[in-house]
């Protein structure tokens, strides 16, 4: 399995920004598609956006299409969200995900991925 750190969250206005990133070791970066997640308290993980291994296709929430964006630097082994126009909605636990197989070209259901980071906080206050 890969191992997934993330970092960049924190509390913000609404209207405002973040950049989370994702830092991958452990296998192979760059033939694996990558997801973000969220969570709020009290509801289930969904999907945020997706991501090819070579970064050429993407892959939207309709909650975040048009705000949010994947991208990914394969270099460094990393994979970034970044956010803009943020909601009190958006107010959740973003996770860092890897798939269990690189069959995917953009994998955005939770049985697909098998690696997840530990989660950064990212509120979002009005």
């Known amino acids: 399995q890969v191992q997934l750190v993330e970092s960049g969250g924190g509390s913000v206005q609404a209207g405002g920004s973040l950049r989370l990133s994702c830092a991958a070791s452990?296998?192979?970066?760059?033939?694996?598609?990558m997801g973000w997640f969220r969570q709020a308290p009290g509801k289930e993980r969904e999907f945020v956006a997706a991501?090819?291994?070579?970064?050429?296709?993407?892959y939207y929430a309709n909650s975040v299409k048009g705000r949010f964006t994947i991208s990914r630097d394969n270099a460094k082994n990393t994979v970034y969200l970044r956010m803009n126009s943020l909601k009190p909605e958006d107010t959740a636990l973003y996770y860092c995900?890897?798939?269990?197989?690189?069959?995917?070209?953009?994998?955005?259901?939770?049985?697909?991925?098998?690696?997840w980071g530990q989660g950064t906080q990212v509120t979002v206050s009005s």
């Open positions: 452990g296998r192979t970066f760059s033939i694996y598609a």
């Open positions: 995900a890897a798939p269990q197989s690189t069959g995917w070209s953009l994998p955005r259901f939770l049985p697909d991925f098998n690696s």
């Open positions: 991501i090819s291994a070579g970064g050429g296709s993407t």
